[in-house]
């Protein structure tokens, strides 16, 4: 698949079967977003737990009515099947992956689009900064905090954080272009000792791979959207479904337009 | 004095020589500026010193012409008279403190007035931010670093930097605050490690108060106002004066002006 295909041929080959993988560095310059599907029961709930959370859970569009499974606010989409790949959560426990969830649909689900550090990496990029995990390659290393997010109904946990190191001028610099972006994380939330948010090794990532620090570095850390999905493991949906990591939903909303500057 | 004072009222009280203190804290909400002032035939290389590094030596307002001892832009001011106290400099060193400069003046004489940190501690208190020699009524710790400025003529020579202390977040704070006023420092232009931009030993500043670093605190350095005066030192124009130390020019602007958001 071309790299720089239009988000709505992406979608097309997503929805047909023709694309199945990872969406990191396609459709550039496109908003790819995170993606929450709950029951109308605990769509309430995880609306709030978004609201009071707007670091790690940026909400971008919200379904326009339960068992409505487009998004038009950010294209013509339909999530059932606009996605390489989904997994399937029971209980707040992953069960399934699937490439299409058309067949699991039901009439009160709600989806959620949150934004996702693809953009921010763009806007880094862009301004000529290096970002190593995109250098390497490799998926970028994700960490569990002790930091607290605020609960909401069931919906509860600490937030999870991205990791990409810098040297202290360019994460001064990382800082301000990421503050023009709110809707994808925004500003960094910790920097430099990572023992300070409750990470003991750095080279131990709970998600993703590790990269490494050089000794004039920080690590600056973001906060990441992998939080919802601790958030789920608390509350205990009887189904909820996600994308499958780093197989996002390909919008056709520009990445500069999320600038609030 | 009253703190409160407007800011012709303390320059009429300097005037007349009733006021001979550090401007620290008076006129809240108006801009305090670095004074520099130098013989015409220095004036345009250090128009251009100020040019290439806008981060230590932003320029404010120059002289209209010459001669002209006012700064009309920056209020109804006589550089001769409306600071509290300044120094001479023959030869690049310091020689001669002076509460008034009138017996001085020479009709080639060009002021520089230049952004100076008292703003952006401002806004960081009016953040919510604790700065740190502000609480503890002190100078702040200012360090020479090993980051060259850009040469002009015979101005140049190292950055000196002044230091406060944040938790991380707090800093990523400062960060974004700062970055809004880019006329009085901006932005830091380092944190953490000293070392690496070469200052040894943070409890021995060369210019001001040491203050307490905790644990789980990082050092934060912005570009400091002080820098002109290595930069004068190396020119080594036959007379030069400046402000003293925190006895700054007390100007009608208001600091929220200096905002570029």
């Given at each position: 698949m071309d790299r720089h295909a239009s988000p709505a041929a992406l979608r097309a080959a997503m929805r047909s079967g023709a694309f199945t993988d990872n969406t990191s560095g396609f459709a550039p310059g496109h908003v790819q977003c995170n993606l929450v599907i709950l029951p109308d029961a605990f769509a309430g709930d995880f609306l709030r737990f978004c609201q009071a959370n707007p670091k790690p859970c940026p909400l971008l569009a919200i379904s326009?009515?339960?068992?409505?499974?487009?998004l038009p606010a950010l294209g013509d989409i339909d999530v059932r099947n606009d996605l390489p790949r989904y997994r399937v959560f029971e209980d707040g426990e992953v069960t399934t992956e699937a490439l299409s969830i058309a067949d699991r649909w039901q009439s009160d689900f709600v989806a959620f689009a949150l934004g996702c550090s693809f953009s921010f990496e763009e806007a880094l990029l862009a301004d000529g900064l290096e970002v190593r995990n995109v250098s390497l390659d490799c998926n970028v290393p994700m960490y569990r905090t002790n930091i607290p997010c605020a609960p909401a109904g069931p919906f509860r946990g600490e937030m999870v954080v991205s990791m990409r190191p810098f040297r202290a001028a360019d994460a001064i610099r990382a800082i301000q272009v990421c503050t023009r972006f709110p809707a994808v994380h925004g500003a960094p939330v910790h920097l430099g000792d990572p023992a300070l948010i409750?990470?003991?090794?750095?080279?131990?990532?709970?998600?993703g791979d590790p990269v490494p620090v050089a000794a004039d570095e920080l690590p600056v850390f973001w906060a990441c959207g992998v939080t919802p999905q601790i958030a789920l493991a608390h509350a205990r949906p009887p189904v909820a479904i996600t994308h499958s990591p780093g197989c996002m939903l390909v919008t056709d909303l520009n990445n500069s337009r999320l600038a609030v500057l």
């Open positions: 326009p009515s339960p068992g409505d499974p487009t409750g990470i003991d090794n750095l080279d131990a990532p709970d998600y």
